[in-house]
Nanobody, 120 residues
């Protein structure tokens, strides 16, 4: 019914930048809050940043101004620009969306994840 597909992960050197994209598709009426989460091996999945459909944002403390979340409601997409990357940012990054579907249900949907590796 609904799919979220991330793209843009990869290998980057410390101090570098990377941009992630997440595209939602399927039986969608509206999308509420969208967010990015990440999970490192042996760690719990944690919030990176989220954004409402009105554009209000909040970030995890470890961002310290390095990451920026944005969205394009017309494209059902959310983005994460990551700057000044550190090795500890290495993780699988997932996008999540709270979606109201054409079946008149509201559920949280996750993407499959995209690997970000920060290493020299």
């Amino acid at each position: 019914q609904v799919q979220l597909v991330e793209s843009g992960g990869g290998l980057v050197q410390p101090g570098g930048s990377l941009g992630l994209s997440c595209q939602a598709s399927g039986s969608i009426l509206t999308i509420g809050v969208m967010g990015w989460y990440r999970q490192s091996p042996g760690q719990q999945r944690e919030l990176v940043a989220r954004i409402t459909d009105g554009g209000d944002t909040n970030y995890a403390d470890f961002m310290k101004g390095r990451f920026t979340i944005s969205r394009d409601n017309a494209k059902s997409a959310v983005y994460l620009q990551m700057n000044s990357l550190k090795p500890e940012d290495t993780a699988v990054y997932y996008c999540k969306g709270r979606i109201f579907t054409r079946q008149f249900r509201t559920d949280d949907y996750w993407g499959q994840g995209t690997q970000v590796t920060v290493s020299s």
